[in-house]
Structures are given as C-alpha cells and as structure tokens.
C-alpha cells in the first residue's frame, strides 16, 4: 500500500448526521418556484396528529442531486436519516403553548415519509421490474388485483411484571419494518428472568399497519394476452 494514500471516509454516525442536517436544510427552505413550505406542511401533520409527510421527489433532486441519487440507490442508508430530519423538524415545530396544537403530544411519536414526482428509470411496472432493483426506491406502475386485510404488526411490547412492580419492553424487527438486516427472534416474552409472570400493556405497546397486495400490469400496455403480476 502507498504510504501516500489518504483515506476521507467519514464515521458511520457522522455520515448519518451530516445527512440529517441536509435534509432539515431541504424541509426548512422555502421553495419560491413551486410555492411548497414543508414547515407549515408539518405544522399541519401535528395539528391534524398525522404521522406522514409527502415529499417531491423532484425538488430533493433540484436542492441537492447527489443526495436524491443517494435516496435512490440507497434508500436504506438516506431514508433513516431523513425521517430522523422530520422528527427533529417536528419537535422544534411544536409548541405547547400554542392552542392550535394538541393538548397530547408524544414526543417518541415515530414519523414516515412518503414521495411523489417523477422517479426516472426508477419507475417500473411488474413486466420490468427485475434483481438490478434490490434495495433500491422504486414507484411501480399497475393495478393493485389483491389486497390482504390491514392487520397490527407488533413493533414494541411492554409488559408488566406484578411481582416487582417492573415493566419491560422488547422490540422487534423484521426485512418489513427495519433496514436491520439483522431480525429479532418473534419470541412473545411471558416471564422475567426471575420467573415472574408478565403481563402486556397493550396500551403501551407499539404497533405498525401491515398489509400484503398483488399487483398486476396495466392492460392497456401490456403485450396482446400478456399480464405480468407481482405480489
């Protein structure tokens, strides 16, 4: 190895922070061209106790090209950040003394992001989509056939323990719900590790909206007696 060789590879955390700072740059602008504020867009999602934020694709792509590629290529290394940027908008945003808000604010309150606009050669339909496109963002173009019924995915169970008084929590994670590639075991903890039995606060737990669809091509550009469908 030349003794010459210099190496500007950032920490992992410090990458990760300098990312959050960009995209709380890209929410707190104010785009003159398109008229969009995202500040008061969140105002609002506080307001309204919503948890989503819609997001254009294309104007991450005109405020900083490298960070919308990255998004795009790599969305399991952007997309926490981003969402860690909202979070923190959030809560400089709210105030309590301010009536508009609501009374009851969870601060641990988990907040998503979802985008809109043009996607570029990432927009694909159930005939193109292929391997090249593992872990990357991608908008696909069809009709949803089936859909399964919205059902509760456990993210965070509390559990009481009556015998000492304690409450113990244990998250879970799986290839839907995280970017971990790291699962945790589906394991419903029923005692402590002095054997005492546990209680669930299903109250104080944390759960997901889950749902499985089918997705067919769209009949009108698909190949005379062709219909390619995912799900």
Known sequence: MNDNTQF???????????RVRRFQEFLDRDDANTG????????????????????S??????FDREFWQGLLNQPADYLPACERALRDTVLTIYDPSDSDFPSEFDSSQQYYLSFKGAFGS??????SIDSSYLSKMVSIEGIVTRASLVRPKVIRS????EATGRFYAREYRDQTT???????PAIYPTE??????????????TYRDHQKISVQEMP?????GQLHKIG
């Open 8 to 18: 500007d590879e950032q920490p992992l955390d410090a990458v990760f922070g300098d």
């Open 36 to 55: 969009i504020n995202y500040r008061s867009q969140i105002r609002n999602l506080i307001i309204k106790s919503k948890n989503r934020l819609n997001v």
């Open 57 to 62: 694709i294309d104007q991450i792509r005109d």
């Open 122 to 127: 990432h927009s694909v339909t159930a005939r």
């Open 158 to 161: 509390v559990h009481y323990a």
């Open 178 to 184: 995280s970017f971990d590639a790291i699962s945790t």
């Open 192 to 205: 402590d590790m002095e054997g005492n039995k546990l209680t669930t606060e299903y109250g104080y737990s």
């Open 220 to 224: 009108e550009t698909a190949p005379a």
